[in-house]
């Protein structure tokens, strides 16, 4: 009853909760959509920290309309992770994430179907899919077609949301 009242958006319940972690991006990802062989209108996906994926276009932010995807669907999650450079040093960046949200029909992350309620990082030129849908998602970024700089040495602290205070339980 609790959850009912502090995970709620336009009246509908949000089966989602942003990890401490989480971040908006600096690096300007995107997703481009593909249906067969006509590619559809791209998103922008870098100005906010996650976005919520499904049917439900009232509350989703990537709205999914075929039938065997679920109201809410699934999040792309932006989190900060430690990760070792090259040189043995740490260093931390904002990585993207998939997770399913418990959907009917599943997730596939480059033709497999992912785990629900799992986070799964994201790499460049991966292929999303969301239950039986025929339409791909490839995350690109904006430098991904020039190849300026590598991923893996790319650091991104990010921008940190603002998390709204949690009252201790009364009682």
């Known amino acids: 009853a609790l959850l009912k009242d502090t995970n709620t958006y336009k009246g509908v319940v949000i089966k989602y909760s942003e ?3 989480a971040r908006k991006p600096k690096r300007r990802w995107r997703l481009y959509v593909f249906k067969g062989d006509q590619e559809l209108p791209m998103y922008q996906i870098h100005r906010q920290s996650a976005y919520l994926i499904g049917r ?3 509350i989703c ?3 999914v ?3 065997s995807c679920s109201k809410q669907h699934a999040v ?3 989190r900060l992770m430690d990760y070792k450079r090259d040189n043995g040093t740490m260093g931390r960046r904002v990585v993207p994430y998939i997770i399913d949200l418990g959907s009917a029909n599943g997730t596939f992350l480059n033709n497999q179907k992912i785990d629900s309620q799992r986070y799964y990082e994201l790499q460049e030129n991966d292929v999303i899919k969301f239950g039986f849908s025929t339409r791909e998602y490839v995350l690109l970024h904006e430098d991904s077609a020039n190849n300026l700089e590598p991923t893996e040495g790319y650091e991104d602290e990010g921008t940190e949301i603002k998390q709204e205070p949690v009252d201790p339980p009364k009682g």
């Open 61 to 63: 932010d990537l709205p």
């Open 65 to 67: 309309d075929h039938p």
């Open 56 to 58: 439900e276009r009232a």
């Open 19 to 21: 990890p401490l972690e």
């Open 76 to 78: 792309l999650q932006y």
